[in-house]
């Protein structure tokens, strides 16, 4: 099954510019009751409450939509004295209700939106709302536990394939030799760091000696826009055999067409 954090069209319009969040320590649950509710329904109502918008940083829809509120890096404004280091998902639903079950796409979607966010901050807590501030939220009902043993329902993995032009453009400069090994590995956010490395001249660097370790390309193709996470892909490179080899490929190339990658032969 294919996640995706999505965007509001039109965009949230908020009344006062948001500050980007210099700690993060905890995760933090909420549900809302309006089962009908709209990401822009809920920001509006926030904005008549005198906030700036949308107090959430993400929303769980009951069919497993993902959408976002104020962004995961932002300061929100969902539990008091803990919105400058949390993140704040709100899931639909009335979890007060005892004959209220989380929906397994909306359990999924919250397990793999969590799963996301550990990828990014590091494997930070799991808080009901109640947990750190008084308050009946997220309900008696939801899922905590479950939540927190962080397992699909129903042997659920997520899918995060590779677009067959992206395949195509790491043949054509040189970073990889043969598509077949690469169909198979299951990364996020790989394809969009083989999207971003595809454009031309997001790097016009000169290392005369090439790059070698898995540090330095890292480095460079953070610095290049390329990627904007290096210690996720640092991370997976000892999980998924030849993505450091991937990775340093990438970066050579992206230096210079004389650094085309001839003597590193990956799948």
């Known amino acids: 099954m294919n996640f995706e954090i999505r965007k ?30 709209t990401p822009h329904d809920v920001h509006h109502w926030h904005r008549i409450r005198g906030w700036k918008g949308i107090g959430y940083n993400v929303m769980v829809e009951m069919d497993g939509s993902i959408w976002e509120g104020r ?41 793999w939106l969590i799963k996301h966010i550990h990828s990014i901050y590091g494997e930070i807590p ?12 997220p309900g008696r009902f939801f899922p905590l536990d479950e939540v927190r043993q962080l397992a699909f329902r129903g042997n659920l993995t997520a899918s995060f394939p590779i677009s067959e032009a992206n395949l195509q453009a790491m043949i054509d400069l040189g970073v990889i030799n043969s598509p077949d090994y690469w169909r198979t590995v299951n990364v996020q956010w790989l394809d969009q760091l083989l999207t971003n490395a595809a454009q031309p ?44 080899q991937l990775i340093i490929n990438m970066a050579n190339r992206s230096l210079s ?3 085309r990658i001839v003597h590193a032969d990956i799948s």
């Open 8 to 37: 509001s069209d039109p965009a949230l319009r908020f009344t006062q510019a948001l500050q980007k969040r210099r700690q993060t320590v905890r995760i933090i649950l909420h549900h809302y009751h309006h089962e009908k509710a």
């Open 71 to 111: 962004g995961l890096d932002k300061v929100g404004t969902h539990t008091a004295n803990n919105n400058n280091n949390s993140i704040g998902i709100a899931c639909q639903g009335r979890y007060d209700d005892r004959t209220r079950k989380m929906p397994d796409a909306q359990f999924n979607s919250l397990i």
């Open 126 to 137: 799991i808080f009901g709302h109640g947990e750190v501030s008084p308050s009946a939220c």
């Open 201 to 244: 001249n997001r790097l016009n660097r000169l290392i005369q000696n090439g790059i070698n370790d898995i540090h330095t390309a890292l480095n460079v193709l953070e610095i290049a826009g390329i990627m904007s996470n290096p210690d996720y892909w640092y991370r997976q490179h000892s999980k998924v055999e030849h993505l450091g």
């Open 257 to 259: 067409p004389q650094h």
